[in-house]
């Protein structure tokens, strides 16, 4: 299954304010994109679970904590404004998921995400 096939059959049925089209627009707005959200997180010690992430193996489970941490207040705020609720542990939950789908190969590929948020927005109307 493609990309595109696994970012669709995660959207369906989840109208532009799905979870998943959330945390798509925050990886998509975080400074650095998909590469700088991974730095992020290696700053912080968390090194070797994004990139479990984006390699080709099993993802590595990340807290709504480590989420906080790494994040910080003004990204959380802004997606629980979409999500509603405990936002840092939906993004626990959807943010692994979504950064695996969108490095299929175990590379980085900033373009992948310019691709499922065409997607996003072709299935969206």
Do not use: C, R
């Amino acid at each position: 299954m493609s990309l595109l096939d696994n970012l669709a059959g995660g959207l369906m049925g989840g109208g532009g304010d799905s979870p998943v089209n959330a945390v798509l627009e925050m990886v998509q707005k975080y400074p650095g994109g998909i590469s700088g959200l991974v730095s992020a997180f290696q700053e912080k010690g968390l090194g070797e679970v994004a990139s479990s992430w984006v390699g080709t193996g099993a993802n590595l489970p990340v807290s709504a904590s480590q989420i906080s941490s790494v994040l910080g207040d003004g990204p959380l705020a802004d997606i629980a404004s979409k999500l509603g609720g405990n936002a840092s542990g939906q993004l626990a939950s959807l943010l692994p998921q979504v950064i695996d789908k969108l490095t299929p190969g175990g590379e980085v590929d900033e373009g992948a995400l310019g691709k499922g948020m065409d997607l996003l927005k072709g299935l969206m109307g």
